[in-house]
């Protein structure tokens, strides 16, 4: 199996592990998967074979899937499912039972909820199929922040969410989105849309009142060069460097912007054949 779609995570209460996955040889897509603590192995709480894992939300699961329009087959006239544009679709859904509760078809691809249950960060645009990976991928779309209320038919309670990105950025391609405990700071990694195993990382303070980002004013990280996987804890972040900078091999740097240990510490090098991986 292959892992896709957002990092496996474990539950609130630490009890369910959630992710989703495809086979190896690509010969279908991604379902998400949960294991319970105590069971011998995880299992699939979804069968359709293009959905993926994002977060969770209390103890609910939010995922993905891609919204593909109905074909009748023979039809004249119509249209390959996998070779048409799709929509974003994302639902929640109960570990336990598999049951799955509609978002009022929220277009909404890896969302990702604030752990106050208020603001989500989200992307949305047009999918298309990866016929190789067997796997819907982003193609054209933007990073939205907006308000969460999964009590009505619609999480998104706001008319006007706010773009993470500024006007004119590349298409979003991949992306890391972690909250830190208090829902106060977002960190943001975006893939460089010509290596994708590359990135910058942002930390963005969000307003608790109005769930705005002031993309003009001066954040406490903003677009540092860092390789995906990065760990955000109170008060603390830390990421890894791409190799190469100074010539010299990834170092893992932690930033600390509260406390009296404010500042910023950083590794040696590693050796050039070496990666860092973060995790947490």
Partial sequence: MVVVGGDAAYSP?????????????????PDVYVWHSGDPKAHAATTDHGSVFSAWVDDQILASRADRPVVVED?????????????????LLDPASGEEHDLGG?????????PSGRWFVYWTGSLVFDPIARTWIPADGRLLIDRWDSTGDDPSASADPQALLPAGAAPTRDWEIRWDPSGRYLGAWVADPLSPGLGRLS???????????????????????????????????????????????????VLAWKGPDAGRVRSDPANSQDDIIVVR
């Fill in 75 to 91: 039809a004249p006239g119509s249209l390959d499912p996998l070779a048409t544009p799709a929509q974003p679709l994302s639902f």
């Fill in 203 to 253: 930390l963005l303070a969000v307003d608790r009142a109005d769930g705005r980002i002031d993309l003009d004013r001066k954040p406490v990280l903003r677009d540092q060069p860092a390789l995906p996987g990065f760990a955000i804890g109170d008060g603390r972040i830390a990421w890894a460097t791409p190799p190469g900078q100074n010539g010299e091999g990834s170092r893992l740097l």
């Fill in 106 to 114: 929220l277009a909404a691809w890896r969302p990702v909820v604030d």
């Fill in 13 to 29: 209460d630490g009890q369910w592990l959630a992710f989703s996955a495809r086979p190896a040889q690509g010969s279908d897509g």
